[in-house]
């Protein structure tokens, strides 16, 4: 098979569509044939030196993708061979083949097509173990996603509007304030401006229950200023820094909580695993994707032996949504 290789760290040249060894099932894991993956930041991350994969994770960038099932492990009985699914993956997306445990499969969600799925799962499971299982968001309560046109940000604005929260988002010019509140939410905040005074007066001086984050250190106090008593921040990214101070006293006064996440190196058993995760993501937010109350949002489909493109778009901004690359026409797999 072929598959993107960094060649060494560095810009978006460093990566080559390059012939590897194709991937053999082991114990409890499926072969995908690959039609699509997409580009996440993580992946940026892994380019540049700076996320390496987890161990006995693939050297192959690529956190998820679409396409149909080509061979089957021992003790697999959930999927068979010709089965078209969606996957989440520790990497090896960008790929012709792939591994992946069956845990971490899903089937294509209603409406979607076989390419888009593949910038599905990554984002979806990011989103629900992030905004639910984390931040303990409940309908009624008020959602602040940071990055609101991003991969992560699109799908969280669609999402908390569906389980009944009351969404603000942040972005940084009237174009994509505009795709925030076309996503639906309530209120577009420029994140030039001063968050705290901005979520205050969206929220009569209340403040927010939730917020999903992909800054970190250097949003943290303007955070913490911005959430309402008994609020929850949910950091997931680290693009603005890794260290800053906190507070602790201010925090106690008014029962804030600070969680901070990964997906793509959990374990896949257990109660907190990858298998957990995608297990209740299909339960949930499959069905919304289903009834058209989430879909995915797409800014452009890249051939996956261009990926250095799809890079350099993403390293220079302006990408809403996700980054398609396609491995395979998709058609041809659905004629088998």
């Known amino acids: 098979m072929y598959a993107i290789e960094i060649s060494e760290f560095g810009g978006p040249d460093v990566l080559r569509w390059v012939e590897h060894p194709d991937p053999e099932p082991g114990q409890g894991e499926v072969v995908i044939d690959v039609v699509a993956s997409a580009v996440n930041r993580a992946d940026v991350m892994q380019r540049q030196g700076n996320y390496p994969p987890p161990p ?8 998820e993708c679409s396409g149909r099932i080509s061979a089957v492990g021992a003790g697999v009985s959930d999927w068979s061979v010709g089965d078209t699914v969606c996957a989440l993956l520790a990497g090896g997306g960008y790929a012709e083949k792939v591994a992946v445990p069956a845990a971490q499969v899903m089937p294509i969600p209603e409406g979607v097509s076989l390419t888009d799925a593949g910038g599905l799962p990554e984002v979806a499971c990011t989103v629900w173990s992030n905004l639910v299982v984390a931040g303990r968001l409940r309908s009624g309560e008020t959602l602040l996603v940071h990055g609101g046109t991003g991969g992560i940000g699109t799908h969280a604005i669609q999402v908390g509007k569906a389980l009944g929260a009351r969404v603000l988002a942040t972005a940084g010019s009237p174009e994509r304030l505009q795709t925030c509140l076309d996503l639906g939410a309530d209120v577009a905040i420029d994140y030039h401006d001063d968050l705290p005074a901005e979520v205050a007066s969206a929220t009569d001086d209340r403040g927010v229950d939730v917020i999903l984050d992909n800054m970190g250190a250097s949003g943290l106090q303007a955070n913490l200023a911005a959430l309402a008593t008994g609020g929850r921040l949910v950091i997931i990214g680290l693009m603005g820094g890794a260290k800053t101070e906190i507070n602790l006293a201010s925090m106690l006064g008014r029962r804030l909580s600070i969680g901070a996440t990964t ?74």
């Open 56 to 63: 006995g994770a693939s050297e192959i960038p690529g956190l």
């Open 263 to 336: 997906l793509r190196g959990r374990e896949v058993e257990g109660p907190d695993g990858k298998g957990a995760i995608v297990a209740s993501t299909r339960e949930e937010i499959w069905p919304l994707i289903g009834q058209g109350r989430v879909r995915p949002v797409i800014h452009e489909y890249v051939p996956v032996a261009e990926a250095s493109r799809a890079h350099a778009a993403l390293d220079a901004g302006g990408v809403v949504g996700k980054l398609i690359l396609v491995v395979r026409d998709e058609d041809e797999v659905l004629r088998g």
